[in-house]
């Protein structure tokens, strides 16, 4: 068998799959750019600047039982998170970051010829693990604003619709939907799952909801908000049934000791964390604000922890390398519906300021 042989042999859906376009690590760019990695700025994954709670690194300091697997049932950690949801630890169940728990869902619906309505644009791996999950992705244009069309999802639901994704608020916009629109999807009966990665900076829930609707499941993240990105923990509320389900076909040791340690020391430090995050939306308003004066960006208003901009005047490709060779690295988006778009994530202060200094001086030079 040669290797053509055995790649034919992949699915034919999964051969054409465009991957999840992973950001530029400040390793990767290590040599290539004349900035040192440690005074790199990165913008560009919505990652918290200020890092976890200091209570996280301590704890992981002093733990000793790294030989001993994690409870499969996640007993203790859903009962701490039933403390922070505000629901029963019946309906939680946590994973290695929140797309896992995404693939389970999938996983747990989706048959031959199941379809998932995705509302474009939106963040790309509900794309690429429906896909791959085998499903037929049903994608719903949001409209000039980057509100989601709910009279267009409500067309496109058929009976095979299996789930309904909608992230709020949005990435790559910042776009919040308003809990009537959610309402009304709900109201058809299909599966609906919010993706509330950015619920912190936000501030609304759906999971008020979860009583009144057994179509509604809730995705999570500490990723953003307590800033355990580099953890992986992430959790969603379900109906009860639903969790049992998950709980069964989720891999049993999903979510890791350190991770484990990790959520359970910043549940302590929740009024710390929520500093951050309240600083975060202060210099988000700021940062919106500063990038207003700048002419050949149009930003989007955001209720998360970036901004999304549309490069006016030059190309938004050569603006995210000319911002790399200055050491400062954001998202670049070329696809339909985000033509010529940057996205910055909101950093500190500082970080905003040599970023507005940059895009001044760039600016002046691409566009003449
Ligand atoms: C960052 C992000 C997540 C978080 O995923 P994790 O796997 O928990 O790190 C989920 N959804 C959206 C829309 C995001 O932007």
């Given at each position: 068998m040669s290797s053509d042989d055995i790649v034919k042999l992949i699915r034919p859906e999964l051969q054409s799959l465009g991957g999840y376009s992973a950001h530029t690590s400040p390793e990767t760019l290590a040599g290539k750019i004349d900035v040192l990695a440690d005074k790199i700025i990165k913008l560009d994954a919505n990652e918290n600047p200020y890092g976890c709670s200091p209570k996280v690194s301590r704890a992981l300091a002093e733990y000793r039982k790294w030989n001993i697997y994690p409870d499969a049932a996640q007993a203790s950690l859903r009962r701490q998170l039933q403390d922070y949801v505000g629901v029963d630890a019946s309906r939680i169940v946590a994973a290695c970051g929140s797309g896992e728990l995404l693939d389970d869902i999938l996983c747990l619906f989706i048959g031959p010829g199941d379809e998932v309505i995705n509302c474009i644009p939106t963040f790309d791996m509900y794309r690429t693990r429906t896909i791959i999950s085998g499903a037929t992705l049903v994608n719903v244009p949001r409209d000039e604003n980057y509100a989601v069309d709910i009279s267009a999802v409500k067309a496109a639901i058929t009976p095979k619709t299996k789930l309904i994704i909608l992230a709020n608020p949005n990435s790559p916009t910042g776009t919040a939907t308003p809990e009537s629109d959610i309402l009304e999807l709900l109201e058809t009966g299909a599966p609906v799952l919010v993706d509330e990665a950015y619920y912190e900076f936000y501030g609304k829930t759906a999971v008020t909801l979860v009583d009144r609707y057994p179509n509604l499941m809730v995705l999570r993240t500490f990723s953003k908000w307590a800033g355990l990105a580099g953890l992986r923990a992430g959790y969603g509320i379900f109906p009860p049934e639903i969790a049992s389900y998950l709980i069964k076909i989720k891999l049993p040791y999903n979510v890791n000791v350190a991770a484990l340690v990790a959520v359970r020391e910043s549940l302590k430090d929740v009024d710390y964390l929520m500093g951050n995050v309240k600083a975060i939306i202060n210099e988000r308003e700021r940062m919106f604000r500063e990038i207003e004066k700048i002419d050949w960006l149009k930003s989007f208003p955001s209720q998360a922890n970036f901004i999304l901009c549309s490069v006016?005047?030059?190309?938004a490709g050569g603006l995210k390398q000319g911002l790399q060779q200055k050491g400062i690295l954001v998202r670049y988006f070329d696809q339909p519906r985000l033509q010529n778009c940057i996205r910055f994530s909101v950093g500190k202060p500082e970080d905003t300021d040599t970023l507005i200094e940059a895009l001044q001086e760039l600016g002046g030079k691409t566009n003449g």
């Open positions: 006016q005047k030059g190309d």
